[in-house]
């Protein structure tokens, strides 16, 4: 279930293009269960219809502090005391002005400068020409909208429907719904620094073929949103995966599992947690070919020899670091059969605190999972649920782990 379930959010439209993304931003907080009032600034009239907003979230739309609906006349303090937040997406550069002025002409204005400031916050969706988005004036209003208490979420980057390319596409639907459900997720690892490694690795045969495996990197991809949006900064290193990133991760594209590893020592330096979840080859060929190698018309295959790979998990739980208490290292384990067993032996050899094993042909590829969580003390199971959802369960139950062995360190029990 999304952190925005029941959530009542105010969805403020002003003028500009990027008005046609709001029917489908609309579509997706409704889907995750929030109750969406639309209200809209009389430019963005111009660019969608009040009916077209209020067929997609299921409510009459507001555009007038003179709408007569309300039997008080006053939508801008009946609107504002019901909302969890306001979200105005697209806001524009003259909406920018308006807010760094206090300024209520019209029906959202008023709505900002009447809600309550400790109740609801005020999250901006900039969208406009990215000369307009770089000059100083836009900038100066944005610097005063936030020192005033909004909370901007930043804009996109790529072609603009002007025929410009730059900075100041409003962010996709689904980025704004992912800021959003960060924004009310309760910061669990606030200012942690959280290493995970996702996905196959490719080990390259010769230039065109190479031996992978069938690991989508979802789960990886899973967890990197829920550590992220727990307040984690987060470094994901993904093997050849088609996934978008989350949006705040940094995220490190590699191919073999030696350029894991590499990848890893250099960004586990100053990580408080590492997660490997990637399924890393365990073998590669001893030699890539430089050229594609070539059927020779005898009917014989290439006699391929392997070499094993590094074991990225157990090189860094055997650091130093790690060692000491410093770095706290989960791993997984893909089985096929057996588990348990499987799981428990595992952890020991990797010398891991933390193992979670889940079977590997069932879950690789599926949006859900049921996980076996191994530790000193024993196994628990995890029932099925989404990978989103067993995520943030992660990321809460490490939240705990950190918490537990900060308490020790200060007791002097060791970490
Ligand atoms: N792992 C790793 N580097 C490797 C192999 C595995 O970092 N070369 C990590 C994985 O990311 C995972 C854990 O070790 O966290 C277990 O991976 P798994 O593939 O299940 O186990 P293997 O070590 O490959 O052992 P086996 O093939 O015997 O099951």
């Known amino acids: 279930m999304s952190v925005l379930s029941g959530k009542h959010i105010i969805l403020g439209l002003s003028g ?9 931003l609309a579509r997706l ?33 507001y555009t007038s502090q003179w709408d007569g609906r309300e039997a008080n006349a006053m939508p801008h303090i009946n609107l504002s005391r019901e909302a969890d937040v306001m979200l105005i997406a697209p806001c524009s550069a003259d909406f920018i002005a308006q807010l760094a002025q206090g300024r209520c002409t019209e029906l959202l204005g008023l709505l900002c400068v009447a809600r309550p400031m400790d109740k609801v916050p005020l999250l901006l969706a900039p969208a406009m020409n990215r000369e307009m988005w770089a000059h100083p004036a ?9 020192a005033d208490g909004a909370v901007s979420l930043g804009v996109g980057c790529g072609a603009q429907a002007c025929g410009e390319t730059g900075d100041g596409r409003m962010l ?18 606030g200012g942690e620094r959280v290493l995970i490694t996702a996905g196959p690795t490719f080990e390259a045969i010769d230039p065109v073929r190479g031996i992978t495996n069938r690991s989508s990197g979802k789960m990886g991809f899973a967890l990197a949103l829920a550590a992220r ?17 989350p949006r705040g991760v940094t995220r490190i594209d590699v191919q073999s599992a030696q350029d894991m590893l590499r990848a890893v020592e250099h960004h586990v330096r100053d990580a408080r947690v590492f997660i490997a979840t990637a399924a890393v080859a365990d073998w590669r060929p001893a030699t890539a070919a430089a050229h594609k190698i070539k059927k020779d018309g005898s009917g014989r295959a290439p006699q391929l020899s392997f070499l094993e790979n590094p074991d990225i998990l157990a ?24 588990l348990a067993e499987h799981a428990k032996a595992k952890r020991e050899r990797k010398g891991v605190p ?27 199971e995890w029932p099925r649920a989404s990978k989103r959802e067993l995520g943030r369960q992660l990321v809460a139950e490490l939240s705990r782990r950190l918490a537990a062995a900060r308490a020790s360190a200060t007791t002097g029990g060791g970490a």
């Not at 500009?16 to 489908?24: D, P, W």
């Open 16 to 24: 500009g293009v990027a008005c046609y993304k709001a029917a489908e």
């Open 29 to 61: 907080l409704t889907k995750a269960g929030a109750a969406v009032q639309v209200v809209m600034s009389e430019a963005a009239e111009h660019f969608i219809t009040p009916t077209t907003m209020q067929a997609v979230s299921g409510r009459a739309v």
């Open 138 to 146: 836009t900038q100066r209003n944005l610097a005063q909208a936030v």
């Open 172 to 189: 996709e639907p689904a980025e704004i719904v992912q800021e959003l459900e960060a924004f009310f997720t309760p910061k669990l690892l």
């Open 229 to 245: 949006e727990a307040g984690a900064e987060v470094t994901l290193v993904a093997g050849p995966v088609a996934l978008p990133t």
């Open 315 to 338: 090189t860094v739980a055997a650091s130093e670091r790690a060692r000491r208490g410093e770095l706290y290292c989960v791993g997984f384990a893909a089985e096929s059969d057996r």
């Open 354 to 380: 933390l193992l979670v094993g889940n079977v590997g042909p069932a879950t690789f590829g599926q949006d859900d999972n049921a996980l076996l969580l191994v530790d000193e003390t024993g196994t628990r």
